[in-house]
């Protein structure tokens, strides 16, 4: 029998996240203070994160040791096997090698308990007592959830009222492990407050979420705020996938030539790229990367490389990235975790260098070629990951067009156990697919100043 699963000892688990900044070939643009368009100095933080996540969110450390009681927690399901996937291999009809690293193991089904457990982790240790985020769809706030559950802490989240009312599930998961779950816009804050008087029905949306979950934070002294993507800090956790997949693709003999994966807000393929990319960088290897995106939210495909806000309600620090401008809406389409109208300065910065490819799809497409996967290798991915996978379908066929024999290594970085309604709709033949509008992202994009 041949080999399809790689699996790590326990202790193999890796001992400390890898950063990728110092070894950049180039410099990043600074967060700046939207006010002075100063640098924002790391303090300016310290209302919203606690001191550790503010030093790492800067750091210039390669390396950055994994505290013993977070990877203790990560052994629940830490290291994830890496698959070859030899019956989507047969199905394409392909010589190439696909290869997935499978993150669907975690508590809450995909990568983000990656950062959630050292983030509630670092804000217990500074004595912080209860947690407030946002979420969309619910995959970011049942994974913080979880880790707040795990390591004693409160953990408020504002749910835009959409999805509180449509996908109850994550909802019932997030009480389940405990935590307190309101449907944004509340009456709780001034940001729902002011978004209630205007319009009593408002559906919500993710940058108003954000808003009253960081309002939350700020105005009480024993709250602390996380975000579960974009941020560096956030990337570096993620690490872990792509450290432990360079050994598994060892333990395989096989390097990949290209490593794939969906971008939201990057979290999930900086963490399968970066340390391949650091490879890249320092033994001149040359692995190609991408990354893949929703047509109807083409942030890197589509976007510009400018200074924006992170929300959409203007508050954050400046970030420079790729953006489609803050006050971009995405229409619903199911891949909830990709639409965000900007994304990680790191990976913004290595696309605009060259170092990392875009490409956007739509969702009927990249369904198609979630369901050919699900019935060869048995996983049904998350409708994100979908994207990967279309890519990958592509890369099989460009490879064969050139006469090349590929490995490809993708992040399979959730299942999508709670949105078969999207899968319903598909096979039904009623997912729309829906462009971006032109009009609204050059709307959006002349709203962002220079
Ligand atoms: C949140 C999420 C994403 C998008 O976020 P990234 O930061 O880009 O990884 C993608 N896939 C899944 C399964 C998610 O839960």
Redesign the pocket.
């Known amino acids: 029998m041949e080999t399809t699963k790689f699996l790590l000892d326990e202790k193999a688990m890796p001992e400390s996240w890898y950063n990728l900044v110092p070894d950049l070939p180039f410099g990043l643009d600074p967060p700046l203070n939207p006010a002075t368009r100063e640098p924002v100095e790391p303090d300016a933080l310290a209302p919203i994160f606690p001191t550790n996540i503010i030093e790492q969110e800067v750091s210039a450390e390669k390396s950055i040791p994994i505290p013993e009681e977070v990877r203790e927690i990560y052994s629940l399901w830490r290291p994830p096997p890496l698959f070859r996937a030899r019956r989507l291999e047969k199905l394409l009809d392909t010589p190439a090698h696909i290869f997935y690293k499978y993150e669907g193991v975690s508590p809450s089904g ?3 308990p990656n950062t959630a457990v050292p983030q509630a982790f670092y804000n217990r240790e500074e004595e912080v007592r209860r947690l407030t985020t946002e979420t969309g769809a619910g ?2 706030g049942s994974s913080l959830a979880f880790a707040c559950g795990v390591m004693g802490l409160e953990c408020t989240v504002y749910m835009v009222r959409v999805s509180y009312d449509q996908k109850p599930y994550r909802r019932v998961m997030m009480q389940t492990y405990g935590a307190d779950v309101h449907a944004s816009p509340t009456n709780l804050t001034d940001a729902g407050l002011n978004v209630l008087e205007k319009d009593p029905d408002s559906p919500g949306s993710l940058g108003i979420a954000i808003s009253e979950a960081v309002e939350d934070a700020v105005k009480h002294d024993d709250a602390k705020y996380s975000l ?3 941020l560096n800090h956030v990337l570096l956790h993620q690490t872990v996938i792509g450290q432990e997949a360079v050994e598994q693709m060892e333990m395989a003999g096989e390097y990949p030539d290209v490593v794939v994966g ?8 900086g963490g399968i790229a970066f340390p391949f990319l650091g490879e890249k960088m320092k033994k001149n290897r040359d692995t190609r990367f991408i990354a893949a995106e929703p047509t109807s939210c083409p942030t890197l495909t589509k976007g510009k490389f400018v200074y924006d806000f992170g929300d959409t309600a203007g508050t954050t620090p400046l970030m420079k990235m790729y953006t489609l401008g803050h006050s971009f809406v995405p229409p619903g389409i199911h891949a909830g ?2 639409r965000y109208h900007g994304d990680s300065p790191i990976l913004s910065a290595l696309v605009h260098e060259g170092h990392v490819e875009a490409r956007a799809y739509p969702q009927n497409s990249t369904f198609e070629a979630g369901l050919e996967f699900a019935k060869v290798e048995g996983i049904i991915p ?1 409708p ?2 979908t994207h990967a996978i279309k890519a990958v379908k592509d890369l099989v066929v460009e490879a064969r067009e050139a006469g090349e024999k590929k490995t490809i290594l993708f992040n399979m ?2 299942h999508g156990h709670f949105d078969l309604a999207a899968y319903e709709k598909y096979l039904a033949g009623e997912l729309p697919d829906i462009e971006h509008s032109e009009a609204e992202i050059e709307r959006a994009l002349a709203e962002v100043s220079g």
């Open positions: 995909s990568h983000k995959q970011w579960g993507s974009v969906c971008a939201g807000g990057g979290s999930n393929f975790g990709l998350a994100e990951v970085c959730g």
